[in-house]
């Protein structure tokens, strides 16, 4: 009699345990649910952009400052020309953006200007876009060593943002400061669009892990689908 009393006893704690992470189940799939609708909702455009105009990518630091030693001027050109070059590849299928050409400068002007609310005008006047993507670059520093025994990792800085025009609203602003990490010490890489790599990438690759993450997270400019 007492083991069929213990038996039921365990039986009813059993089911009560079952209600209640059922009850918790059910709550956390409902909440996770309106937190991922209301994400949605707030990513959901507010302006209505005829196109984007892509303006050069600058350097953070003038590439003829004194401040930047020979090896970082010529490791700050060489990420803007792969920046360049990832922003044409990114964006070539999309009738909606339109990139600059250095035949669209006027003689002597400066591709690599720094960004200011004067430049972006002029960009998005020229190629008659009524929103300017402007791409600034802070650091390019090159990976040494193989690419599975790196003795230094690729380190890479960039910011941009995404102005409307006239008035300079600003719809997206995303940075990307990181230095590679080891696939053992960065797990939480896959969520930042870097991790995963079993091997050292370069800097030219490690830049455009990150940008494509970035850009992602702007509703205009993610890739399309």
């Known amino acids: 009699m007492g083991e069929q009393m213990i038996a039921k006893k ?8 079952a209600g209640i992470l059922g009850i918790l189940s059910q709550s956390l799939l409902s909440s996770g649910c309106s937190k991922k609708n209301l994400k ?17 990518a600058s350097s953070g630091t003038p590439l003829d400052s004194e401040l930047l030693s020979k090896i970082e001027k010529k490791e700050l050109e060489d990420g803007l020309y792969y920046l360049n070059n990832f922003l044409k590849k990114h964006f070539i299928s999309r009738h909606d953006v339109r990139l600059f050409s250095d035949g669209q400068l006027s003689d002597g002007e400066d591709s690599s200007a720094p960004p200011s609310m004067e430049r972006a005008k002029k960009f998005a006047n020229k190629l008659s876009c009524n929103a300017v993507l402007e791409t600034t670059l802070h650091r390019y520093k090159e990976r040494v060593g193989g690419n599975m025994t790196a003795k230094e990792p690729a380190s890479v800085a960039f910011e941009y943002r995404l102005l ?26 896959f969520r930042e669009g870097t991790g995963g790599s079993l091997t050292w990438l370069t800097a030219k690759e490690f830049m455009k892990k990150g940008l494509r993450n970035r850009l ?3 509703s205009y400019l993610a890739e399309e689908k």
């Not at 365990?10 to 345990?17: D, N, P, R, T, V």
């Not at 990513?43 to 984007?52: H, N």
């Not at 006239?166 to 960065?186: H, I, R, T, W, Y």
């Open 10 to 17: 365990s039986s009813i704690k059993g089911i009560a345990l």
């Open 40 to 56: 949605s909702s707030e990513q959901l455009p507010d302006f209505a952009i005829s196109c984007v105009a892509v303006a050069p």
């Open 164 to 189: 409307a025009m006239p008035d300079g609203k600003v719809l997206c602003l995303e940075s990307f400061d990181a230095e590679q990490k080891s696939l053992m010490e960065n797990l939480l890489g």
């Open 216 to 218: 992602g997270k702007c």
